[in-house]
């Protein structure tokens, strides 16, 4: 690899009546180098599906166009964006979603970063970029420092992203009475999304295909995650710079349990949380004592901020992706 460029083939998903920033993102990865871009139409309005088929038609077989019968949810979406992409004999993959702008120069780096962890021994490889709302330097410095301080729960005890420990800790944060204590910088990621990922089509062979299944949420984490499982590296190359903006929230931020009562899609809360659940319970043992005092506490947390927010209705989706994850109901059970 070290005489040449390798191939790279960009893989997107859109939907919906977004083709003018699903095109954007195109014209950025052809602008970035890749050979070709593969767009997984998952459903577009029949204007979007028109004018995606324009471009590709004026692309000299640089865009391929694949169409969903209906929105599918980006699950399998993806599955088919990485299926594709990794068939057109392609030494790399370059994953973003139809929203995600890349910085000039951001796949130069993440292939000088694949590079250099492969030269140093490691072939289960990928690179993921660092994500901002927009590309001011201000902005990406907060960003780095906010992710250098966030800490994550330990998905091998937790429960719904409850851990007693982080939450305690969290909540001295907040009061003054801890400090956050930064990652050291290129510390390895135990997941990451599929918006900017770069992993070579050896790598995705040797993963296996994501899990369709999971309609929408957690999929890119649950696949991600097995590179690690399997003894390589996800590192995150913070000088690669992908713009991701941060569109209107259904969920909005802040502590999550009581930001799912403030929710206001009841189909993306249940697909969040039953993923979620589902992918915890797949990680270390499925009902150890600490998982069970989550579980409690998750409970606990729930009712406080249903009383909180005056809102029960959550209730019921909460309970149903509960439910359904730890029956192992994955699949298409709640329409988008």
Wanted: glycine fraction near 8%; hydrophobic fraction near 45%.
């Amino acid at each position: 690899m070290s005489g040449r460029r390798p191939t790279v083939t960009g893989a997107t998903v859109t939907y919906g009546s977004r083709h003018e920033s699903c095109l954007a993102v195109v014209d950025r990865m052809l602008d970035a180098g890749v050979d070709a871009v593969l767009v997984i139409d998952n459903g577009s309005a029949p204007a979007s599906a028109t004018a995606l088929d324009a471009a590709a038609a004026a692309s000299a077989g640089r865009i391929v166009v694949r169409r969903m019968p209906r929105n599918e949810g980006s699950a399998p979406a993806f599955a088919a964006a990485i299926s594709g992409a990794r068939a057109a004999g392609t030494e790399y993959v370059w994953l973003l979603d139809d929203d995600n702008l890349p910085e000039p120069g951001a796949l130069d780096r993440l292939l000088s970063a694949d590079r250099a962890i492969r030269d140093a021994g490691i072939d289960l490889t990928a690179v993921a970029p660092l994500r901002v709302p927009d590309a001011e330097p201000a902005t990406i410095a907060e960003v780095v420092a906010t992710e250098g301080a966030r800490e994550s729960p330990d998905e091998g005890i937790s429960f719904a992203g409850v851990e007693a420990g982080l939450f305690a800790r969290r909540l001295l944060e907040r009061v003054g009475l801890r400090r956050p204590r930064p990652r050291a910088v290129g510390t390895d990621l135990p997941y990451a999304p599929y918006g900017g990922l770069l992993v070579r089509a050896e790598v995705l062979r040797a993963l296996g295909s994501p899990r369709a299944d999971f309609v929408l949420y957690g999929d890119d984490l649950e696949y991600t995650s097995r590179i690690v499982a399997r003894g390589g590296r996800l590192v995150h190359v913070r000088d690669a710079v992908v713009v991701d903006p941060r569109g209107e929230r259904w969920m909005p931020p802040g502590f999550e349990v009581r930001a799912m009562f403030l929710s206001t899609n009841p189909a993306l809360l249940y697909y969040f949380l039953r993923n979620r659940i589902h992918r915890e319970l797949g990680t270390g043992r499925r009902w150890s004592t600490p998982r069970l005092a989550h579980a409690a506490l998750f409970l606990l947390l729930c009712v406080a901020c249903a009383v909180a927010t005056r809102r029960w209705r959550p209730m019921r989706v909460i309970h149903r992706a509960v439910a359904d994850a730890v029956a192992g109901r994955l699949g298409r059970r709640v329409e988008i």
